[in-house]
Nanobody, 123 residues
Framework: VQLQACGGGLVQAGGSLRLSCAAS??????????MGWFRQRPGKEREFVAA????????YYADSLRGRFNISRDNAKKLVYLQMNSLKPEDTAIYYC???????????????WGQGTLVTVSS
């Protein structure tokens, strides 16, 4: 299964971006799987951003990002989104779309990883 993320780019501090991620495999059981986002900031380890369960009723955010980021999904289109608001320079990172049958903030819960999309926030 390939996960294709897009929507990254350059934005000024205080701005917004929406990332999208599509699952390429038409038979992929997207509607039954947890989707999420991780990021890797320059010089930092990869970190959890957000996750959403198959029903879209369960959402989980990194404590530091709750309130500014919102994760959502469209099972019919096999898409997951990450709306990022009030962006800060420290949000600059490569953002990775992930999928798995587990739940939580550990990278081990997610079997499938996309290639990443770069978000750069200028001050």
């Amino acid at each position: 299964v390939q996960l294709q993320a897009c929507g990254g780019g350059l934005v000024q501090a205080g701005g917004s971006l929406r990332l999208s991620c599509a699952a390429s495999e038409p038979t992929f059981d997207f509607e039954y799987i947890t989707m999420g986002w991780f990021r890797q900031r320059p010089g930092k380890e990869r970190e959890f951003v957000a996750a959403i369960d198959w029903s879209a009723r369960g959402k989980y955010y990194a404590d530091s990002l709750r309130g500014r980021f919102n994760i959502s999904r469209d099972n019919a289109k096999k898409l997951v989104y990450l709306q990022m608001n009030s962006l800060k320079p420290e949000d600059t990172a490569i953002y990775y779309c992930v999928a798995g049958h587990g739940w939580g903030s550990s990278s081990s819960e997610y079997k499938y990883w996309g290639q990443g999309t770069l978000v750069t926030v200028s001050s």
